[in-house]
């Protein structure tokens, strides 16, 4: 199975007619997908590349979610 990330943009340039969104880990990832990100979005990320903005409730939703996920994953008792 193939969990998406989720990451926020901080900056966006144009590199050679080319939309290019630096993220808050420093990553720099094309934005071809998701021609309308602003700096500050919520990025879905499918195997790096962003596939979706997502709004403030979906993100913090996934997020949470994410975060459950991980906290099973670690409890092996």
């Known amino acids: 199975m193939c969990l998406g ?3 926020r943009v901080v900056a966006i ?3 050679a007619g080319v939309t290019v ?3 808050e880990d420093g ?5 071809s997908f998701v021609p ?3 700096v ?3 990025l879905l990320l499918h195997l790096g590349i962003p596939v979706e ?3 403030p409730d979906a993100a913090r939703e996934a997020l949470a979610l994410r975060g459950a996920s991980t906290e099973q994953e670690g409890d092996h008792s």
């Open 5 to 7: 990330s989720i990451a």
């Open 13 to 15: 340039r144009d590199d």
């Open 21 to 23: 969104g630096r993220l």
């Open 27 to 31: 990553c720099e990832v094309p934005l």
């Open 36 to 38: 309308r990100a602003r």
């Open 40 to 42: 500050g979005d919520q």
């Open 53 to 55: 903005i997502l709004g």
